[in-house]
């Protein structure tokens, strides 16, 4: 049912407006390539510009609508978390160091140990 919905809002508009999105994408990848003499500044500030023109208008769609709706709501569920303290941060990255280090001395003693006895069976 929600499917039949979603596939019914693509109007004859929207189909415009992809098609306008891909035009434009593709144009700006093939003006770089086409372009390769010119300074490489000018190549990536075009193909920039044909980028940001391509999200316009792609955010003009109903599928672009439902992305930013859906980006807004993630920003404000990203402002109800609970980060951690600078200080916790700290203290766990130094747990984590601690136990790399240690890890690296274990498999480093265990490698000499079976060095040392592979080195006794074949004499």
């Known amino acids: 049912m929600v499917q039949e919905r979603i596939e019914s809002s693509l109007s004859q508009a929207d189909i415009v407006r992809w098609a306008v999105v891909a035009a434009l994408l593709v144009t700006g990848i ?3 390539y086409y372009f390769a003499d010119q300074a490489l500044l000018y190549r ?25 709706g859906f980006m807004r709501e993630s920003r404000g569920e990203v402002r109800k978390m609970v980060w951690a303290t600078r200080a916790e941060t700290l203290q766990t990255s130094l747990v984590v160091f601690a136990a790399v280090i240690v890890m690296a001395l274990f498999l480093w003693l265990l490698d000499r140990l079976l060095s040392w006895g592979v080195s006794l069976l074949l004499g």
């Open 30 to 32: 093939a003006g770089f």
């Open 44 to 68: 990536v500030l075009g193909l920039v510009a044909l980028f940001a023109a391509a999200a316009a208008v792609a955010v003009g769609s109903a599928h672009g609508q439902r992305f930013l």
